[in-house]
């Protein structure tokens, strides 16, 4: 029986992806045309907001420096949060519900900012679902390295074979699979799925894996 789970926020309980792509295209309007939604997916959904800002740089020939991009990009982050609903993922309600009424404790584990999360979640209204939240603010080192997830683990005070970890992208599970966790997959585009074979499952949406865990009775 599971004694906890660990899900990641962008893309696995929250649909942001389009939210952070019209971030990027309202500061890209200075620079050139905007990035379509195809480009945004196949070179910049998933990874670090410094990783998409050097891509960007290059493709653009944008002449900010790195460090004033991200900070733009991250202030213009938090007031969009505050004021635009962010949707949540298909049975992403669903599943906190279920996994609530089983008692499992629930942590994020997530490369977001700490005042982009509480921003999402003051609107959304979803952290009481959670115990805590690891963000990018509490760790040396963001998704692809294991660290927030061995974070949660070490915080919640449970064994790493009690703990299975949702996620989306290949980002999120390299993190997790280098911590030694169970990472069950998320994702519709099936597409990404080859790209993530590593995982334990690939489920098309939540509803799919919390049928899985009930079938395999580990809730």
């Not at 990641?8 to 309202?26: K, P, Q």
Request: glycine content about 4%.
């Amino acid at each position: 029986m599971l004694k906890a789970i660990l899900f990641d926020l962008d893309g696995t309980l929250i649909d942001s992806e389009h939210f952070y792509f019209d971030c990027w295209n309202e500061i890209l309007t200075e620079w050139g045309p905007p990035l379509t939604f195809d480009d945004w997916l196949n070179n910049y959904a998933g990874t670090t907001i410094h990783t998409n800002a050097k891509k960007l740089i290059e493709k653009y020939g944008i002449t900010e420096p790195l460090d004033e991009l991200v900070a733009r990009r991250e202030k213009l982050t938090v007031e969009r949060f505050r004021t635009k609903d962010v949707n949540l993922m298909p049975y992403a309600l669903e599943s906190l519900q279920f996994f609530a009424e089983k008692g499992l404790p629930m942590v994020i584990a997530t490369s977001s900012l700490r005042q982009d999360v509480e921003a999402i979640f003051n609107r959304n209204g979803l952290a009481h679902f959670f115990q805590f939240m690891i963000t990018r603010n509490e760790v040396t080192h963001s998704k692809p390295h294991p660290g927030s997830y061995n974070l949660c683990v070490e915080r919640l005070g449970i064994s790493k074979d009690e703990c299975i970890v949702f996620e989306d992208t290949v980002t999120g599970l390299t993190a997790a699979k280098a911590a030694g966790l169970v990472c069950h997959i998320i994702q519709s585009n099936t597409a990404e799925h080859p790209k993530l074979q590593v995982a334990d499952k690939i489920f098309l949406d939540l509803n799919e894996a919390m049928d899985f865990l009930i079938a395999t009775k580990q809730v």
